[in-house]
């Protein structure tokens, strides 16, 4: 048999942008960077940072930790304390409860969405430390 035929010649155009007249920030390009992270920020499933049990684990922890603590720092510190320390404390009990239903029992979705919502506590805990920090002396 005949060898193939060689492959058609390529042809590459460079397609140059025409320049700018100004080169500051607002131009049409920033506008466009600027419209994609808009629509990317919206189009997020807001539903998915929300979780009851999480925000109300965090709540009754500030509140208690931040009343039955020493009364030598500022309420707003000791707020943002509290809600770091039962971040980390509601973490730590979703991983317990995820490894102790196996994880041989979850799908690979399954998993994903349970590790989801085990990071709630951890981020609503930093939402108020970060909020705590504007009041803090």
């Known amino acids: 048999p005949a060898p193939p035929p060689p492959p058609p010649p390529l042809f590459f155009f460079m397609i140059r942008r025409p320049r700018r007249s100004t080169l500051s920030s607002s131009s049409a390009a920033s506008d466009v960077y600027k419209r994609q992270i808009l629509g990317t920020i ?4 807001v539903s998915a940072y929300f979780h009851l049990e999480a925000g ?14 020493k009364i030598d720092k500022s309420i707003a510190y000791r707020a943002g304390e509290g809600a770091m320390f ?27 969405v349970a ?16 909020l705590s920090l504007a009041f803090d002396d």
């Open 42 to 45: 919206i189009s997020l499933d």
């Open 115 to 130: 590790v989801a919502y085990s990071m709630h506590p951890l981020l609503y805990g930093y939402i108020i430390k970060f």
């Open 56 to 69: 109300l684990l965090i709540v009754g922890g500030t509140l208690s930790y931040t009343l039955t603590v």
């Open 86 to 112: 039962f971040g980390w404390l509601g973490l730590l009990i979703a991983w317990i409860h995820i490894a102790y239903n196996g994880f041989y029992d979850f799908t690979a979705d399954g998993l994903g």
